[in-house]
């Protein structure tokens, strides 16, 4: 699809100003709706094996992003082989939106687990963040709390802390972080000195991430290309951001290897190799700097925008919009990175629909894929794509696009 269609006119106009530089590659019609996320929320394991061999079951949770009424999420039982069933779908408060999310973010949807579960999900349309309960598949609402800012887009949690990206996109307000401390009871309380803006009122971000470490916050920015890096105080305040040029073009997804003690970060460049196709890139963080480790690596696919690493730190995989591709990537034991495949094609999804946010499930034996058909004529519903992640790390189907229904507007994905 080579331009986006009338029938997106009246949900996000502001998308056509921010992809003209994509129409002469295609781009523009998925990039405009790149809806967004990925929080790494796995603990380290070995890097001797990327799956164990078997995988109790689990569950999968799409964020609705509903633009009326209550914003809800859908709950779909995870089984043993990787198939799902859908559950449930629980209103969570709040309000979604298509335009809040500009051409795309990660992060929209994170689960957490501390003592007890929990989902955070941005609410786009109202400015709030909604806490939810988790508990064997079933949700309750803990609470409905403003953001801090204008278009929340991102969340990242670590240690009771909760930071949220206000992309503020379409938003006659400036874009920022916002930090909260998250209490037993899943109430989130504003820590003062936690709102810091980025670079530029309106660089169009992507994302916001802690490290490991759990001393950086890190936020990408696709509008300016820069990476900036924020010091987490003691008390959870933040201090002024400390901007670092992209090594790739368009720096949107971005984890951390949740195995390796380099505190290394990958970052997938939406249009970072030859011919604007995409990139992913491989880096260090030390002391708040990111150092360069590997890439830009290009996949020879247009838009990878969202990128997830797995739990024993061997393989990243980036959804490619606009290509109907996902890319695979070895991470070697010195850091760099590698394709799986020459071409950059690990796996395929159907033509008709545009694979955005990733996640993984709790072992990282299965990799599920939220795909969109808002670009269609007229928009159809989004669907759900689920993977088996192999000891070599490629890919086979265990969930079918044609299996499942969910709304247009979907956005966030999360996953155990």
Not at 103 to 125: K, N, P, Y
Request: charged letters at 15%.
């Amino acid at each position: 699809m080579k331009t986006i269609h009338k029938a997106l006119d009246g949900y996000a106009p502001v998308w056509k100003v921010r992809l003209a530089i994509f129409r002469s590659l295609a781009i523009g019609a998925l990039i405009a709706l790149l809806l967004s996320g990925l929080s790494l929320l796995l603990g380290p394991g070995p890097r001797a094996s990327a799956m164990a061999e078997h995988s109790g079951d689990g569950y999968v949770y799409v964020l609705n992003n509903n633009q009326s009424g209550s914003n809800s999420i859908s709950v779909f039982r995870r089984e043993e082989d990787g198939s799902l069933t859908l559950s449930s779908a629980t209103s969570i408060g709040g309000l979604g939106s298509v335009t809040a999310f500009a051409d795309g973010t990660q992060g929209s949807l994170i689960l957490a687990h501390d003592e007890e579960a929990r989902l955070f999900a941005v609410d786009a349309g109202s400015d709030q963040i909604s806490v939810v309960n988790v508990h064997d598949g079933q949700l309750s609402v803990a609470g409905v709390f403003p953001s801090g800012g204008s278009g929340p887009v991102s969340l990242t949690y670590q240690d009771d802390l909760l930071y949220v990206l206000n992309a503020a996109n379409g938003r006659t307000q400036a874009s920022n972080v916002a930090g909260f401390h998250v209490d037993n009871e899943g109430t989130l309380h504003p820590i003062p000195g936690s709102t810091r803006p980025l670079s530029a009122p309106h660089p169009n971000a992507a994302q916001v991430q802690i490290d490991p470490s759990g001393r950086f916050l890190l936020v990408s920015e696709k509008g300016t290309n820069l990476i900036d890096v924020y010091h987490i105080r003691d008390d959870g305040s933040l201090s002024a951001a400390t901007t670092f040029p992209s090594v790739g073009a368009v720096p949107f997804g971005m984890a951390f290897d949740p195995a390796g003690s380099r505190n290394e970060l990958i970052v997938s460049d939406a249009a970072g190799g030859p011919n604007l196709t995409g990139a992913a890139t491989a880096y260090r963080l030390a002391h708040g700097t990111p150092s360069l480790v590997s890439g830009p690596i290009p996949d020879h696919q247009i838009a990878p925008c969202w990128l997830v690493i797995t739990f024993d730190g061997r393989f990243a995989y980036t959804s490619n919009a606009d290509s109907q591709t996902i890319s695979g990537y070895n991470i070697h034991s010195d850091g760099t990175i590698a394709l799986l495949n020459a071409n950059g094609a690990t796996a395929t999804t159907p033509p008709a629909t545009f694979p955005l946010e990733e996640a993984l499930s709790n072992n990282s034996r299965f990799l599920y894929v939220l795909d969109s058909r808002l670009l269609l004529v007229p928009p159809g519903p989004a669907t759900l794509i689920g993977y088996q992640i192999h000891s070599d790390g490629s890919l086979s189907t265990v969930v079918h696009a044609d299996q499942f229904v969910l709304p247009f507007s979907a956005i966030g994905l999360a996953a155990e």
